[in-house]
């Protein structure tokens, strides 16, 4: 177990309560909605994956950007006249997203009360600021963190500028997340320590091979193991 006085910058989506499965739900219905002739749900992805990415780099992340780029699919695959009454169905689906009650990962409230004793937390996430607010709030968990940092995008010069902006020592300083592209292999290469909580549902579009570490990563199995870490 590590010494009192770390800082912790721990992800939210996926890594504190579910996340990533209410988009895949939407998708799923977004694909009846579609009702393409001849494309599999599969190959309708990989053009919204192409979509979103392009997006992302202008618009960043969140379910109202999904929604976006939902509507630009639709736009790009419909084999029918596509209507207003298509438009607001997608809209649907994305509010639904919006509107979803926080589903906490198991052991997640009494591992970071425990964390909280030990050491510093820091919620570190992206994606648009006011819906991620938003879902602290409602998750009953932000007293656990001394600050909650939502940033665009987490890439090396994000947490680089973010380390140096709050003076913390990088040795001392560990990133909790799912994501290898977003939470591991840009604090590695930060200079940080990192924990890989895995989730069986991580967005795709997360998924990365993660970095060696050399000696600064950990992986674990669930978010609860981190008690006997921390």
Not at 48 to 75: K, M, P, S, T, W
């Amino acid at each position: 177990m590590k010494a009192p006085g770390c800082t912790l910058l721990v992800d939210a989506d996926d890594t504190l309560w579910e996340n990533n499965i209410y988009f895949e739900r939407a998708f799923e219905r977004f694909c009846e909605l579609l009702g393409h002739p001849s494309m599999t749900p599969e190959e309708v992805r990989e053009v919204l994956d192409g979509i979103e990415r392009a997006n992302n780099r202008v618009h960043g992340y969140g379910a109202e950007n999904f929604g976006r780029n939902l509507r630009q699919c639709l736009e790009r695959l419909a084999t029918r006249p596509v209507g207003t009454g298509d438009f607001e169905a997608v809209n649907r689906l994305t509010g639904r997203i919006l509107d979803h009650p926080i589903e906490l990962i198991d052991g997640v409230p009494e591992t970071l009360e425990h964390l909280s004793e030990r050491h510093e937390l820091i919620l570190f996430t992206k994606g648009e600021a006011g819906e991620q607010r938003r879902k602290v709030e409602r998750s009953g968990l932000s007293g656990y963190f001394t600050h909650v940092e939502v940033v665009k995008e987490k890439d090396q010069h994000t947490y680089e500028r973010f380390v140096d902006a709050r003076a913390l020592d990088v040795e001392a300083t560990w990133m909790i997340g799912n994501s290898p592209r977003s939470d591991i292999n840009p604090a590695l290469a930060a200079g940080l320590q990192a924990v890989f909580v895995p989730h069986a549902r991580t967005w795709r579009l997360e998924h990365e091979e993660i970095a060696d570490g050399n000696g600064r990563l950990v992986r674990v199995e669930s978010f609860r193991e981190l008690k006997g870490l921390f």
